[in-house]
């Protein structure tokens, strides 16, 4: 999960205990001066986390 922390749709609160939740890994990446559309606010961010993610080991 990728989060913008300046999002007023879905606040930094939303995210405590996500990792309760699942029942596999989660990645939670915060981006500080992101909003909702974490994605168009921090694109190399996002970018770089993804590419991150998908060269990990897998279990």
Do not use: C
């Not at 939303?14 to 001066?33: I, S």
């Amino acid at each position: 999960m990728i989060h913008g922390l300046k999002d007023k749709a879905l606040g930094a609160a939303a995210l405590n205990d996500n990792w309760q939740y699942t029942t596999r890994d989660f990645t939670l990446v915060t981006v500080p001066g992101a909003d909702h559309w974490v994605q168009e606010d921090a694109s190399p961010i996002v970018t770089r986390a993804m590419q991150d993610w998908l060269r990990r080991p897998l279990p």
